[in-house]
Each structure stands twice: as structure tokens, then as C-alpha cells.
């Protein structure tokens, strides 16, 4: 039941809406080009923080040969949230996870879901190491090829300037 409520409830919104919106998407690019060469839907899916990778990963296992599509047809996304006393190497457990659970070789796009770092209050100043701890495991990723794109969601300018 959670396959059928994790897709409705991607497509559902979009459907209702889909009447106001017909003209508009239909002069309008359906993707967006990151700066590192990939295109991005406008429309995407993400996955780590929602516990429904796994889900994920099943349903595009069975749909994807349904509807005679590859892998490179798709765009998948995926967040992180850092974690107080974890290193490199638990970000590099993670996103390897995420890949086992979405059954691929490779993300489109991985993103570190937002500043603060799980288990430390917000304005604790070991958030910066942690927050660099979690990038710079990214951009190993992304040299080895599992992570196409990498980014980071919910920062501000101070939080980029920090890093």
C-alpha cells in the first residue's frame, strides 16, 4: 500500500493542478541545467529523510522495464542531513545505502537537506565541521561517479560562505 500512496501522492497534486498549468508547461523548458552539465526535471523525486528509498527503489524495478524505459531516463534526487559525531565516513555509508535502497549505480543529484546537523542545536558552532565533514564526503562521491550532482538545501549566504 505505501508504493501505491508514495506515487499518488507525487501524481495527484500535480493532476489537479495540471488544468491551470497546461498552457504554461507546455511554452516552457521541462528541465533546468545544473552547472555541472545535467539536465533536472521540473519535477523530481527525493527520498533519504521521507524513509521511502527502499519503495523507491522497488517500484522503479518494476516500472521502469514496464514502461520500456532505462535508468538514464530518469532523475533521481536525494538528501542527507548531517549528524553530530559522524565523519566522512558516514556520509560515504550513507549515500551508499541510498544507492543500494534506489537499486542504481549512480545519483543524479544528492543534496545535504539543510544546515543544522541532526542531535546539535542549531547555533552550535561545531555545526560548520560538520556541514564540511558531509561536503567534502560528497565531492569525493561525485569524483568517483556514484553522485553526478551535489548541492545543498535550505542555506543561507552565511552558511555558503562557511563552507
Known sequence: ????????????????????????????????????????PLIGYTAVV????????SALKTLLPKYNLK????????KLISQAGKDEGFVEEMVRRSLTNLQTDYLDLYLIHWPGVSGMQVTHPDNVKYRMAT?????????????????????????????
Not at 50 to 57: A, D, L, S, T, W
Not at 71 to 78: H, K, L, N, P, Q
Not at 136 to 157: D, F, H, P
Open 50 to 57: 521521507y524513509r521511502n528509498e527502499e519503495y523507491i527503489g
Open 71 to 78: 535508468r538514464e531516463d530518469i532523475f533521481i534526487t536525494s
Open 135 to 163: 561536503w567534502n564526503a560528497l565531492c569525493k562521491m561525485q569524483l568517483e561517479g556514484c553522485l553526478r550532482s551535489i548541492g545543498v538545501s535550505n542555506y543561507t549566504v552565511k552558511h555558503l560562505e562557511e563552507m
Open 1 to 40: 500500500m505505501q508504493k501505491l500512496l508514495l506515487f499518488s501522492s507525487i501524481i495527484k497534486p500535480f493532476s489537479v493542478a495540471s488544468r491551470h498549468l497546461n498552457h504554461s508547461l507546455a511554452t516552457m523548458d521541462k528541465t533546468f541545467k545544473l552547472n555541472t552539465g545535467y539536465n533536472i
